[in-house]
């Protein structure tokens, strides 16, 4: 049901290093298959015809419980499908810069 574009969030894992609840993730490809098992950036393996979503992190910024931002250096993430808890929620995009900071400022390509 996710397509590009699309809001969803996942449970975080308990005593993460950001001491979050959800993590927060942009679909940048819906719902497929893995042609070829693989290792994410996080450690995580993936085996030939798992079920998994494909998205951009979202990394919460400064005090405010409602900003977020994609980051220059984001990896994309790679989500068993099983583990998508809400989604499809709106959360307009606009481009911003932090100067200073590792901010991006221009929407991802994959988006656009």
């Known amino acids: 049901m996710l397509e590009v574009g699309d809001n969803f969030i996942i449970n975080a894992e308990e005593g993460n290093d950001e001491d979050a609840s959800f993590w927060l ?5 819906p719902l497929h298959k893995v ?13 030939e ?3 998994v979503v494909k ?4 990394q919460k910024w400064g005090n405010s419980d409602n900003s977020y931002f994609f980051f220059k250096d984001s990896c994309k993430v790679y989500v068993y499908s099983h583990l998508v808890k809400a989604m499809t929620f709106l959360m307009p995009l606009r481009n911003h810069k932090v100067i200073g900071n590792d901010v991006i400022y221009e929407l991802p390509k994959e988006i656009l």
Not at 25 to 29: E, G, P
């Open 49 to 51: 015809g798992d079920d």
């Open 25 to 29: 993730i942009m679909c940048i490809k």
């Open 55 to 58: 998205g951009l992190y979202y």
């Open 35 to 47: 042609k070829a098992p693989f290792i994410d950036n996080w450690g995580n393996s993936y085996e």
